[in-house]
């Protein structure tokens, strides 16, 4: 059969570029990628072989070569895995299967470009390398150091061997070959400047360092003397199999490193076993920064699972809740069966106490670090609080501990707040826990929403993840207090006493409301259905008008949200209640006007509808009729000035 060629996918050229030219500070990673490949695939195989012993018929003794030829320049990595077909050469090593590559590539092109003018060369490699590394960019790494990488592979039950061979430059060409058995050769031609890699001590160090975690034997080729034999670099026991005072800091670290494709240190590390009806150990990360696919729509676990160190999936759902997405590692069970299925991880009974096993294993170690460290804390919650939240609505059990790890800006204080805090907080004779939603908490604070809750030193939460909007309506109380929206009629806050707050002032309140009746009345017939009430408020201080939600109606913030993704059959927005400050002077004079007027007054009809706009652009909606809003306001400067 003739040489056959293809080109790159697109973004695989784009990669490759960046690979080529952003990662040069750590080079050496390539092996450690390529050495995790070798084990994957004997990893995968041995899985197969579960079901079909034939495919490791023979050779059942796993492992990984190294082979160094000086002469040629190579630097060989062999394995005894399950290899490529033709088909796998082409799908694998030419694309990049995983959702969200487009997206993700010019992420990485851009973020190298930004670290290269802000701070030079090193913070280019540096941005490029943490998110390449999320994005386990893998095997094109090996054209870090190769001009040329040639792969030499047998997939295990076939007959024919194939050759896949590029210089990374956009190329690649697919031969037939031979191979006496199933498995792989990554044979890389490396680059004049790149000898060091042909050096057994350096290699031996970097195995070292970056590969001892691999379960199986990671073996250098001698030159068959007796002087120089066959070495094993690696200890060659899984990791989490080791007792915890064997395994250093960078063990994990590297470990981390290679189960999570990250480049960041592990925030938490949570290494144990657990012995009883259901006995595993797990080896699970939180990730000290945001994974890259953190919000991708399928919200997938990427947990290793394997069955008495068999390696069965990193694919199974039923392991973490989706709102400990961001979980990395691996769970070793002793009890499932080695050929558990996809259909059964949904009902696996032993699964599902692993999974509630480990939620509360998280959730009790997240909770010793609030406790204990808080402003480590804050790192976690400000990565992944958003996501974590999710399980509020989705996992009832796990409602209280949520809460209790659960951060929020405040109205009053600086910096994070848990509940138990705002709670230790409250005003007398204040009832509830006040919130309000919105995108951006600075926004947020200066909203005349909050007047009347800062004129009584009341404290206000401000939740800007549009996750807030949903749990909610369904979690609604915390420790017996309901949570209250600040942006919605009836908040109450006339019954809560501060010091300043006496009778008199009580008093002054009501004729200043009873004032202005008849122009709320007028407001009302001017603005039609566009409002759902016109009231004196009570919590406006400085602005002369807010909008509120009324009593029982959708928080506003989460009916745009629902309408943006177009629930069927959403009518047009629920209309709000307009609050009127009956002690801004504006609305004084107005009041005054209205008093004496016939109630056909045109100006009191354009203000009303003016102040309506004026309230929606605060809380940064379009204004409605932008014709009209124009000549209502030319009209009322120009009686301003008639006056
Ligand atoms: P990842 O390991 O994250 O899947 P890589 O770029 O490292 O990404 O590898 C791409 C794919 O190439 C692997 O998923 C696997 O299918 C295939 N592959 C790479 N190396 C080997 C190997 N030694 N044996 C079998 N398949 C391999
Ligand atoms: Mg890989």
Same mark, same amino acid.
């Given at each position: 059969m003739a040489t056959e060629k293809f080109t790159f996918q697109a973004e695989v050229s784009k990669l490759l570029d960046i690979v080529a030219h952003s !990662?040069?500070?750590?080079? $050496?990673?390539f092996l450690r990628e390529l050495i995790s490949n070798a084990s994957d695939a004997c990893d995968r195989l041995r899985y197969a072989a579960? +079901?079909?012993?034939? !495919?490791t018929a023979g050779d059942t003794d796993f492992k990984i070569t190294l082979g160094l030829d000086k002469k040629a320049k190579t630097l060989t990595i062999t394995d005894n895995g399950g290899g490529m077909s033709h088909d796998d050469l082409t799908e694998v090593l030419g694309t990049i299967a995983r959702s969200g590559t487009q997206a993700f590539v010019d992420q990485v092109a851009a973020t190298a470009k930004d670290g290269d003018k802000k701070k030079g060369k090193d913070a280019k490699a540096g941005n490029g390398m943490a998110l390449i590394g999320q994005f386990g960019v893998g095997f094109y790494s090996a054209f870090m150091v190769a001009d040329t990488v040639d792969v030499l592979t047998r997939k295990a039950g076939e007959k024919t061997a194939w050759r896949w061979s590029s210089d990374g430059k956009g190329e690649f060409t697919i031969d037939t070959a031979t191979r006496e058995a199933r498995g792989t050769d990554v044979i890389l031609h490396l680059n004049a400047k790149e000898t060091e890699y042909l050096e057994p001590a350096r290699i031996e160090t970097i195995v070292k360092q970056h590969?001892?975690?691999?379960?199986?034997p990671i073996i250098l080729k001698g030159d068959g003397t007796k002087k120089d034999g066959d070495r094993t670099l690696n200890t060659a026991s899984a990791l989490w199999t080791r007792p915890k005072k064997d395994i250093t800091a960078e063990q994990y670290q590297e470990f981390y490193h290679h189960a999570a494709h990250a480049f960041d240190e592990p925030w938490m590390t949570l290494h144990n076993s657990v012995e009883g009806v259901v006995s595993y150990t797990n080896l699970l990360f939180i990730p000290s920064a945001q994974p890259f696919d953190l919000f991708h729509p399928d919200r997938k676990a990427q947990l290793k699972l394997y069955v008495k160190r068999v390696f069965i999936t990193d694919d199974c759902e039923g392991l973490m809740p989706p709102y400990l997405r961001f979980m990395r590692g691996i769970v070793d069970s002793e009890d499932l069966p080695l050929n558990i299925s996809r259909e059964m991880f949904q009902h696996n009974p032993q699964l599902a106490k692993i999974r509630s096993g480990l939620a509360n294993r998280i959730m009790a170690e997240l909770k010793k670090k609030a406790d204990k460290k808080p402003d480590e804390y804050v790192q976690f919650w400000e990565n992944f609080g958003s996501v974590l939240k999710e399980g509020l609505y989705e996992e009832p059990e796990n409602r209280e501990k949520i809460l209790n790890l659960a951060r929020f800006k405040s109205s009053t204080e600086d910096g994070w707040t848990s509940l138990a805090d705002y709670l230790g907080r409250l005003q007398d004779g204040q009832e509830v826990i006040y919130y309000i939603t919105g995108e951006d908490a600075d926004a947020m604070a200066a909203s005349p929403h909050l007047e009347g809750f800062k004129a009584k030193g009341v404290e206000v939460l401000l939740m800007t993840d549009p996750v807030d909007d949903f749990w909610i309506p369904s979690v609604g109380e915390f420790d017996g207090k309901a949570f209250k929206s600040a942006a919605r009629a009836g908040a109450d806050l006339d019954k809560i006493k501060t010091a300043e707050r006496d009778e008199k002032k009580d008093q002054a309140a009501d004729k200043a409301a009873n004032a202005i009746a008849p122009l709320l009345a007028q407001f009302k017939v001017a603005l039609g259905a566009a409002v759902k009430d016109v009231r004196a408020s $009570?919590? !406006?201080? +400085?602005?002369p008008v807010c909008l509120v939600t009324g009593e029982g109606d959708m928080d506003a913030r989460l009916e745009k949200m629902l309408k943006q993704n177009r629930q069927a059959g959403m009518p047009d927005l629920t209309a709000r209640v307009l609050e009127v400050n009956p002690d801004h002077s504006l609305i004084k004079r107005l009041a005054n006007r209205a008093k004496d007027g016939d109630g056909k007054d045109s100006l009191i009809a354009d203000a009303a509808h003016l102040l309506l706009d004026q309230a929606r652009i605060i809380e940064? $909606?379009?204004?409605?009729?932008t014709k009209a809003f124009s000549r209502r306001l030319s009209a009322v400067m120009e009686s301003g000035l008639k006056a």
């Open positions: !990662l040069y500070s750590h080079k $050496e990673i579960l +079901t079909d012993a034939a !495919l590969s001892d975690h691999i379960g199986i $009570e919590r !406006l201080t +400085t602005s940064g $909606e379009p204004v409605a009729d």
